[in-house]
Structure formats: structure tokens, C-alpha cells
């Protein structure tokens, strides 16, 4: 069935911009193109949605990261649409339906506040939920409201859920609905999910044979038996099969995020054996662990926002100097109190060094926690206080896109 007049017209005129955004270097045109085009049609990505098999990945942190993994697996399949640069509101996924043309899938990274409307436009044959943690605490709802909105969205759906079982608050959001695959996707930050969002009491947890086993002390909430489990850097699919995941990617929680991609292409046909290896060739993600090769330094870059994504992202550098960068800006949240929920133990006795519009809120942070820093004034002066060799770099949202912008311009 042919778009309606509208709709082709909102598509046309959304690649056209998209495509003069990326050629006169004003940006990637992965935004741009999805808001001219909806103010055209306020229904685009309904119409650009319509007779796709499509998958939503949503959660606090991943969300880009598993969004590529799960294009790559269902790629098996064929061409698939997906907003592969992170652009995670309904503008940026209609601005990738209209760009990507016919394709039978579509994997879409959705912002966990949005996933409603998303939902509603898209009409998913999948939705992947992957972790709540507390996120730009200025502006966004507490974890408990996200788990709620979630609840309420999917309760009813005729969809199949891909939830991760170690997350309290993600387990009682799919549990409001029939269909769903628990992934033992694991989770490092509790302090998020220590009380019970079915009934206010307290969460226990043990270990028991290798995971976390989880339940509420006072309610019948608890962690599920999972389908897809890990056994180190292998993932065990729901039949018992064992599949060797050769990440590129670094850290354990790339191999649970392939979990979670494996377990969503699985819903759309795609043999986890067919997929292991497409996956395996990913070695960078919308600039994520990407090196870049400077005046004799291997570059590395890390993208964390939230305490628990500063966690991850310790597990995943090289014992080598550090560069840690924080701003404090429209995409990052203006509150910088969340960086006394992030313990930087790790980075004691390795060389650390600061910048950023907010380092010194970062410095007060570290002195507490014991950590010796030297502050430099820029990013390139950064570089060049570091000896010759790796350089691990981990920073905030809009931090990042400067560092990649700076990074870009010296080629």
C-alpha cells in the first residue's frame, strides 16, 4: 500500500534536509530531517512504521549500543532501518524510516520517557527493556514514575517483551504483560532498585551459583528464571545451546547487552549462531569506544552519563592515563550532584587528569574519594600532557560530541 500524498511529500522533504544538514557539515541531519518532515505530516512515523516488522530497545543506559548490536543480528534477515547515531525521540526514528527507504525491520533506539507515544506509532512486534537508574535528576522522572509509565504502556499489548531479569524495576514493568523473554542481563547498580515498586519493602539479594537472585522481603515480586543466561563471555540461548560472543566491544556488559540483541532477533527468526558472528565485527558504536590515533596517542572514547553508567565504564578501560570530561549542559542536565553517587575508588593510583566546563564540581569529587587529579584547561592540552601510548577518555553527553567534533576536525 502506497503512502498517502502527505506522507510522501514529509518524506521527501525530511531526506532533503537530512541529506544539505550532513552536506554543509551543520550536523548528522538524524533530527532535522524527522522535525520538518512531522511538522508537514504529524503522522509520519506512523506511516513510515506501517507494515514493518519493527523492534524497540529502550532503557537508562545501552540504549545505542544494544539498538546497533540488534540491527547487525536482524540484519541476517535483510536491510534494516534504525537511528544508528542515538537520535531516540519520534523525529529522530522518522527521520531514519524516511532516509532507509522500504525495509521489512526496523530497530529503534527509543528514550525511556518516550516509549509510550513510540509505542502507540510504531505498533512493535518487539520491545527490549533494558535497565532504570536515576538520569539527570533535574528534569527526569524518578525511576519508580518511569517503571510505572512503562507498566501502564505495555499492560495489553499484543507484543513480545525482551526484559532484563536482574533489573527489580524492569521485571515488575513487564510483568503487565503475557509475552516476554527474561535475559539474565545482570545489573552492577543496585541503589536505584533497593525497594519493592509492587508494595514499598525492601529488596533482598543473594548469590547464588554465578548471578544475583533477587526477590521482595514482604510481596510475591522477585527475579524470574531467566531464558537467555551468560556463562562468562558465552550466551546460553532458551534451548541450552552455548554461544561463544567474541565481542570487539569492550567490558562485560557489551556481552549482556549481545544477550539482549541476540534474544530480540530470535523474535523475528534469526538463529543466534547466524547472528553471533555479524556481531562480533562491531568495534565502535555512534563514536563509543572508537580510538583515534593523535600525536603518538591511541584515543579511546567512553560516553557516561548517569552513576551507573560511570560504573560500566571503569570495568571497560585499560589500566593506562584517563581523561575524565564533565559538562553540565541542555543535553546533560544542568545538576551535577549525581557525581557524589559515583564511587571513583577504581581510579586511585593511576594517572587521572580533569576538564571540562564543570571539572572542578568533579574535582571536589574525586578529592573525596581519594583520588589525585591534575586539572588541564582543554581536551587537546589534555592529550598533550599524557605521555605517548593509550589514553582512555570517558565523558558526559555534550562533552563527547565536542570531543568527537575536535577529533574529527584534526584528520
Known sequence: MQLPAR????????????????????????????????????????????????????????????????????????????????????????????????????????????????????????????????????????????????????????????????????????SSTERVSWVAAGQRWFDDSWVCPECGGSIRRERRNGSVDWCCTTCALRRPTPHWTLHGNAVVDPRGMCHDVKLSLPGEINVANAAMALAVAAEFGVRPEDAVPRIAEITSVAGR???????????RLFLAKNPAGWLEAFDMVDPAPILLVINARQPDGFDTSWLFDVDFAPLRGRPVLITGERAYDLGVRLKVNGVAFTHVPSFAEAVMATPPGRLEVIANYSAFQKIRVELDRAE
Do not use: C, F
Open 7 to 174: 506522507a510522501r511529500l514529509a518524506r521527501s522533504v525530511s531526506r532533503g534536509v537530512a541529506a544539505l544538514s550532513r552536506a554543509t557539515g551543520r550536523g548528522d541531519g538524524s533530527v532535522i530531517g524527522g522535525r520538518i518532515g512531522m511538522v508537514i505530516d504529524p503522522d509520519l512515523l506512523a506511516h513510515l512504521a506501517a507494515r514493518r516488522q519493527i523492534a524497540l530497545i529502550s532503557g537508562t543506559n545501552g540504549k545505542t549500543t544494544t539498538t546497533r548490536l540488534t540491527a547487525v543480528a536482524v540484519g541476517v534477515l535483510g536491510p534494516v532501518a534504525s537511528n544508528s547515531l542515538g537520535a531516540n525521540l519520534p523525529t529522530g526514528h522518522a527521520s531514519a524510516l524516511a532516509k532507509a527507504g522500504a525495509t521489512a525491520h526496523a530497530i529503534l533506539e527509543v528514550d525511556e520517557h518516550y516509549l509510550p507515544h513510540v509505542l502507540a506509532a510504531t505498533q512493535p512486534r518487539v520491545v527490549a527493556l533494558l535497565n532504570l537508574t536515576r538520569d539527570q535528576l533535574d528534569r527526569a522522572k524518578e525511576v519508580a514514575m518511569l517503571a510505572r509509565l512503562w507498566r501502564d504502556t505495555l499492560r495489553g499489548q499484543p507484543i513480545h517483551v525482551v526484559a532484563n531479569a536482574d533489573d527489580p524495576m524492569v521485571v515488575w514493568a513487564a
Open 289 to 299: 569506544y572508537t580510538i583515534v590515533e593523535r600525536a603518538g596517542r591511541a584515543i
